[in-house]
């Protein structure tokens, strides 16, 4: 089994920051792509950023250059670095990743879900 762990949700004002993070444990061989992804109330979930398998970052339009993603391969671990946030990104953020296990099995997890709330 993988457990994806997620941190730093919370409430602030527009134009603060927070920083999330997420680690993934378990039976874990290694962990192709990681990121992030939000769902607002009423809406679909979408991509916020997220490495891709070759390493690669992509970010949705609406966060670029006001949220930085980086990851930790050795631990497993991807982080989210929101600045400049507005009351449009309030949304219960999903940390999610493409994991292929000891075992060889291909799949996708997703974590619990973490409240981030902006607001004056």
């Known amino acids: 089994q993988v457990q994806l762990e997620e941190s730093g949700g919370g409430v602030v004002q527009p134009g603060g920051s927070l920083r999330l993070s997420c680690a993934a444990s378990g039976s874990i061989s290694s962990i192709p792509s990681m990121g992030w992804y939000r769902q607002a109330p009423g809406k679909q979930r979408e991509l916020v950023a997220r490495f891709e398998s070759d390493g690669t970052p992509t970010y949705a339009d609406s966060v670029k250059g006001r949220f930085t993603i980086s990851r930790n391969n050795a631990k497993n671990t991807v982080n989210l670095q929101m600045n400049s946030l507005k009351p449009e990104d309030t949304a219960v953020y999903y940390c999610?990743?493409?994991?292929?296990?000891?075992?060889?099995?291909?799949?996708?997890?997703w974590g619990q879900g973490t409240q981030i709330t902006v607001s004056s």
């Open positions: 999610n990743a493409l994991v292929i296990t000891t075992t060889q099995f291909h799949h996708d997890y």
